[in-house]
């Protein structure tokens, strides 16, 4: 079975200091993406970052960068210097073949002056 | 408009009502999907739409019925709901429907609220 899962309810950081999000995951599919999402207190799902099972670099995409360790099965969200708007929740859904996406429960974070 | 839309943003409705979320996506995708999102619970999808045809129910129960007219309008109807119904639903857009890689697109959600 597919599951996600995020260890982390709730994290602090400071702002401008750099953070972790966990994320690990279970598939038996051998092709496979992991997302990374930014949920605002407003609803709606802002798309971050994308990992490919297949992706022999990590991604990277402005602050955000994913710390992929296929073995381990962890995909890990590493944001750079965090801004206050960084506060929110986030999600790593993992994505298959079906396109179906699995959330975990997500974690809270947020960024403090 | 831009994006993916949804209406209402909030939603109060009584247990014998009927009521419809409406969601438009103006990306030119061919899937579209409805989740649900309960307080402290991961994100459930409920249905997936590719090309109008509905490829995925995920064990919905029948007072909630999708409907998919078009590639870029997807309808959620609501009947007899029951309190444990209220939650966050958004709508969700992708290219298609298969792929590892397709990046799903959210709408802001609609607030429903069962009393």
């Known amino acids: 079975a597919q599951k996600i899962t995020q260890t982390q309810p709730g994290m602090f950081v400071q702002e401008k200091e750099a953070v972790t999000l966990d994320c690990t995951y279970d598939t038996s599919d051998q092709s496979y993406g992991l997302f990374w999402y930014k949920q605002p207190s407003s609803g709606e799902m802002i798309f971050l970052i994308y990992q490919g099972s297949y992706d022999e670099q990590n991604a990277t995409e402005g602050r955000y960068s994913l710390n992929f360790q296929k073995a381990r099965k962890s995909a890990n969200l590493v944001i750079s210097a965090s801004q206050l708007g960084d506060s929110a929740m986030y999600f790593c859904p993992l994505g298959g073949a079906t396109n179906k996406l699995i959330f975990g429960t997500g974690t809270l974070l947020a960024v403090q002056p | 408009e831009t994006g993916v839309t949804q209406t209402p943003r909030h939603l109060v409705m009584g247990m014998t009502n009927k009521k419809s979320l409406k969601c438009e996506q103006h990306?030119?995708?061919?899937?579209m999907y409805w989740y649900k999102q309960s307080a402290k619970k991961p994100l459930e999808l409920m249905f997936v739409?590719?090309?109008?045809?509905?490829?995925e129910n995920n064990s919905v129960p029948s007072r909630f019925s999708p409907e998919c007219p078009n590639s870029s309008h997807l309808f959620l109807h609501l009947h007899t709901l029951q309190p444990e119904d209220s939650a966050l639903y958004l709508c969700?857009?992708?290219?298609?429907?298969?792929?590892?890689?397709?990046?799903?697109?959210f709408g802001p959600g609609t607030r429903l609220t069962v009393l």
């Open positions: 969700a857009s992708s290219q298609d429907g298969t792929g590892v890689s397709n990046e799903q697109f």
């Open positions: 990306l030119g995708h061919n899937a």
């Open positions: 739409y590719n090309f109008k045809e509905q490829t």
